[in-house]
Nanobody, 117 residues
Framework: QVQLKESGGGLVQPGGSLRLSCAVSGTSVNFKVFWYRQAPGKEREWVADIESTTLGGQTYYADSVKGRFAISRDNAKNTVYLQMDNLQSEDTAVYSC?????????WGQGTQVTVSS
């Protein structure tokens, strides 16, 4: 059974940093993994993704987070991370990860990130 579990969210002041984790079990983390976020009253928004290891592992970012967020993969821990720096109030949202394994897609439950002074 494939499971994704996010962690690392919390309350941070503007300008602060958090590192989110997406721990994968039941399959390899080497497939393509995405991070999304959903703010209250807004639609879910794609944040970043990391290509499968087989296809080169390139990373891609939404314009709103480019230069501030970094997605990475740790094969030994079967985990994908989202390092978030210089956080702003507009980054407040529930952050979720998704793994695409061939024709199957798996989601985690999400972790809350709140940016506030």
């Amino acid at each position: 059974q494939v499971q994704l579990k996010e962690s690392g969210g919390g309350l941070v002041q503007p300008g602060g940093s958090l590192r989110l984790s997406c721990a994968v079990s039941g399959t390899s983390v080497n497939f393509k993994v995405f991070w999304y976020r959903q703010a209250p009253g807004k639609e879910r928004e794609w944040v970043a993704d990391i290509e499968s290891t087989t296809l080169g592992g390139q990373t891609y970012y939404a314009d709103s987070v480019k230069g501030r967020f970094a997605i990475s993969r740790d094969n030994a821990k079967n985990t994908v991370y989202l390092q978030m720096d210089n956080l702003q109030s507009e980054d407040t949202a529930v952050y979720s990860c998704r793994l695409a394994e061939r024709n199957f897609h798996y989601w985690g439950q999400g972790t809350q990130v709140t940016v506030s002074s």
